[in-house]
């Protein structure tokens, strides 16, 4: 999937996760990629545009790792 397939999320979904950026609320997020599904817990960052495609930033609940991840390949996000 490259960013010129980018498929625009709900409108719903995106403001939930604004919110979870906003009131630093940490998500359960089911995602998946070239490689198949993913589940990670995050304390999501921020929610930006660039290159014509929606991102989540993020920085994994453990504190380890940050990453950034395109909206339209989360599946689920539901808070912990």
Same mark, same amino acid.
Not at 9 to 23: G, K, M, N
Not at 27 to 35: I, M, P, S
């Given at each position: 999937?490259?960013?010129?397939?980018?498929?625009?999320?709900?409108?719903? #979904?995106?403001?939930?996760?604004? #919110? $979870?950026?906003? /009131? &630093?609320?940490?998500?359960?997020?089911?995602?998946?990629?070239?490689?198949?599904?993913?589940?990670? &817990?995050?304390?999501?960052?921020?929610?930006?545009?660039?290159?014509?495609?929606?991102?989540?930033?993020?920085?994994?609940?453990?504190?380890?790792?940050?990453?950034?991840? /395109?909206?339209? /390949?989360?599946? /689920? $996000?539901?808070?912990?």
């Amino acid at each position: 999937m490259s960013d010129e397939d980018y498929v625009p999320i709900a409108c719903a #979904f995106h403001e939930a996760l604004e #919110f $979870a950026v906003l /009131r &630093r609320s940490p998500l359960h997020l089911t995602y998946r990629d070239a490689v198949g599904e993913h589940q990670v &817990r995050v304390m999501p960052t921020d929610v930006a545009t660039r290159g014509g495609a929606e991102w989540l930033s993020y920085r994994h609940v453990s504190g380890e790792a940050e990453g950034i991840l /395109r909206l339209d /390949r989360i599946i /689920r $996000a539901e808070p912990l």
